[in-house]
């Protein structure tokens, strides 16, 4: 061989390396560029997950993007553990007709349900074959409507919550790759965070919704004050005293009175129930009478610690502080013993014996006047005590007659 054709095979052969390792720099960058694609869309989809706890909505957007990535449809449902219905339904990429079917007609009958918590799994691998094509749901629903793959995942909130996430494609697509499902398990964690989340936040609205309803129907009005004194509901008798605005107003979501004075001895008032709230301590109620500027009168008020308040993780955010107002305009005013049980939180029973007493009965005449044993008289007392925060009966008394003066008056 000549040396020309030497130096010829040489550089054709340098060229040829050359070639290669620009097209494994290209594959390379081609593969980087589509893991970071991934890794993006992956976080995109974890943050709607977050978002659709508090916005419901989102979810349909978070199951858009992960049907697109999974080349199929895409569903969420949400149902209480304990109750045999389709629940709550969330989807992408499906017909109306189909999650119809399935919500009313095939729900009973699907056999992928209850995975392992957190794992991700094809049908295929969950469902024996022999049982899952001979099975109805297999020949009557995801035959004819072409769903026969399914990927899933299951999470729970032990009695609150128990969600589903289903991807579904037809049968020319081919079963989920193990690239596909480890793209879904990084998602895991988002999705049990995101459901637990939604379920803590549903029971909340709801608990709010029931107590908001129970305290439209107190016959006092009444303003719950949270741990820093600004308010954070106010039932309707309350609200309708603030339109008056007859000396008593929210400022900057405080409760505050036209004079000074009575201003400044509400707030010490709160300060103090807000104070025994958060030592867990049982405080007695502090009563006050503000002054109106129409001169119709005054305002009674009483301040105590909401019941149950030193019992919640994060006061900052919960009730701390009731405020019961009473107006002197003539209106009906109720009865003492109903006062006295709505003020102390008493029962029918505990508020008519604490009267008595603060009549000047004693314990046993007012047992006699109620009709009940000493020993139950005594067990009404001790559970008086015991929601006042008064240890003797001589407190209790005077606690009572300030209570009734200051807002009867």
């Known amino acids: 061989m000549s040396p020309g054709s030497t130096r010829s095979t040489t550089h054709a052969a340098g060229s040829a390396a050359a070639r290669s390792a620009a097209a494994r720099s290209a594959a390379a960058a081609r593969a980087t560029d589509t893991v970071a694609a991934g890794d993006v869309l992956r976080e995109r989809l974890a943050l709607l997950l977050h978002e659709g706890a508090l916005e419901p909505k989102r979810w349909r ?43 009313h007609r095939y729900f009973p009958l699907d056999p992928f ?10 049908m295929h691998d969950f469902v024996p074959a022999a049982m899952l094509e001979g099975s109805r749901f297999f020949t009557e629903y995801l035959v004819p409507w072409d769903a026969v793959h399914n990927l899933g995942v299951d999470v729970r909130d032990g009695d609150r919550i128990y969600a589903r ?8 697509a081919g079963n989920f790759t193990a ?55 106010t039932n309707a008798l309350a609200r309708e005293i603030l339109k008056r605005q007859d000396g008593i107003a929210l400022n ?20 103090r129930a807000i104070a025994a709230s958060r030592a867990a301590s049982p405080a007695i109620v502090e009563v006050l009478r503000a002054r109106r500027p129409s001169g119709a009168g005054h305002y009674g008020m009483m301040i105590r610690p909401a019941a149950g308040s030193h019992e919640l993780e994060t006061p900052s955010f919960s009730p701390a502080v009731a405020v019961f107002i009473s107006v002197e305009d003539g209106s009906v005013v109720p009865a003492p013993v109903q006062t006295i049980r709505k003020l102390f939180e008493l029962t029918h029973k505990e508020a008519q014996l604490a009267l008595c007493l603060a009549n000047g009965r004693s314990l046993q005449e007012a047992a006699g006047d109620l009709g009940i044993t000493l020993n139950t008289a005594r067990a009404h007392l001790r559970s008086t005590f015991s929601k006042t ?21």
């Not at 900057?252 to 300060?271: C, F, K, V, W, Y």
Request: aromatic letters at 4%; hydrophobic letters at 45%; a neutral charge.
């Open 61 to 103: 957007e978070f199951l858009q993007g992960l049907g697109e990535r999974l080349k199929g449809a895409a569903t969420l449902l949400l149902r209480s553990p304990h109750v045999a219905e389709a629940g709550l339904l969330y989807s992408w990429g499906g017909s109306d007709e189909v999650l119809a079917q399935y919500a």
């Open 113 to 122: 349900v209850n995975l392992p918590p957190g794992q991700v799994i094809t």
């Open 165 to 172: 996430l289903r991807v579904t494609r037809g049968r020319r």
């Open 179 to 233: 690239a596909e499902r480890r793209f879904v398990e990084r998602l895991v964690p988002h999705f049990d965070v995101a459901m637990r989340t939604h379920a803590a936040l549903d029971a909340t609205r709801m608990e709010r919704a029931i107590y908001a309803d129970a305290m439209d129907h107190l016959t006092l009005a009444t303003v719950v004050l949270d741990a820093s004194g600004h308010v954070i509901h």
């Open 252 to 271: 900057n979501d405080m409760l505050t009175l036209a004079h000074p004075a009575d201003s400044q001895r509400l707030r010490e008032a709160i300060g």
């Open 389 to 409: 925060g008064i240890d003797r009966q001589a407190r209790l008394v005077r606690a009572i007659l300030k209570s009734v003066a200051q807002l009867g008056d």
